[in-house]
T-cell receptor
Framework: DADVTQTPRNRITKTGKRIMLECSQT?????MYWYRQDPGLGLQLIYY???????NKGEISDGYSVSRQAQAKFSLSLESAIPNQTALYFC???????????FGPGTRLTVL | QKEVEQNSGPLSVPEGAIASLNCTYS??????FFWYRQYSGKSPELIMF????GDKEDGRFTAQLNKASQYVSLLIRDSQPSDSATYLC???????????FGKGITLSVRP
């Protein structure tokens, strides 16, 4: 079984819809992250959480919100999706000691 | 603004050659350095990390760090077509800071 899972893997939605992307991990890591990746732009950090009670904005948090429901679960929400949020979204986890990040398989989101 | 810069690429090398991937960073206080490989449509996977100046070798991969010149590089010896991917450099400033990724460089290994 994968250590970091994301659901859904693919999603097509319409402008203005609310959508939630979910991430779960079995690695026992405290730290979790949400990134988006656009062609040619690399990975951009949306939000990150160092423990259940800690939520921090990343570089591009506008239009997004997150919820850390438990140590193992970190959800990303788009309250009102817009076409320029079409991208590949990755969840990642890390351990505080090495901070090596482990990525989930990604969610490909298309906003029409 | 902390920046991590990678050669724009793409980089093409023949099979069996050495591929050299370079990365520079702006934050002189950076402490940890990572190389990730990402195949098209897949998630990034860690190749190596390095914390200290000098070289670190793992199989065909060697990471080189020079903090004075603020660069980190990845050498891939005996390049194989299966090494064709995008390589991401990532830099971390301190224990409670986040990773900053470069935009990546695409490597193509010609059979």
């Amino acid at each position: 079984d994968a250590d970091v899972t994301q659901t859904p893997r693919n999603r097509i939605t319409k402008t203005g819809k609310r959508i939630m992307l979910e991430c779960s991990q079995t690695k026992g890591h405290d730290r979790m992250y949400w990134y988006r990746q656009d062609p040619g732009l690399g990975l951009q950090l949306i939000y990150y959480s160092f423990d259940v009670k800690d939520i921090n904005k990343g570089e591009i948090s506008d239009g997004y919100s997150v919820s850390r429901q438990a140590q193992a679960k970190f959800s990303l929400s788009l309250e009102s999706a817009i076409p320029n949020q079409t991208a590949l979204y990755f969840c990642a986890t890390s351990d505080w000691s090495t901070d090596t990040q482990y990525f989930g398989p990604g969610t490909r989101l298309t906003v029409l | 603004q902390k920046e991590v810069e990678q050669n724009s690429g793409p980089l093409s090398v023949p099979e069996g050659a050495i591929a050299s991937l370079n990365c520079t960073y702006s934050d002189r206080g950076s402490q940890s350095f990572f190389w990730y490989r990402q195949y098209s449509g897949k998630s990034p996977e860690l190749i190596m990390f390095i914390y200290s100046n000098g070289d670190k070798e793992d199989g065909r991969f060697t990471a080189q760090l020079n903090k004075a010149s603020q660069y980190v590089s990845l050498l891939i010896r005996d390049s194989q077509p299966s090494d064709s991917a995008t390589y991401l450099c990532a830099v971390k400033a301190g224990a409670n800071s986040k990773l900053t990724f470069g935009k990546g460089i695409t490597l193509s290994v010609r059979p």
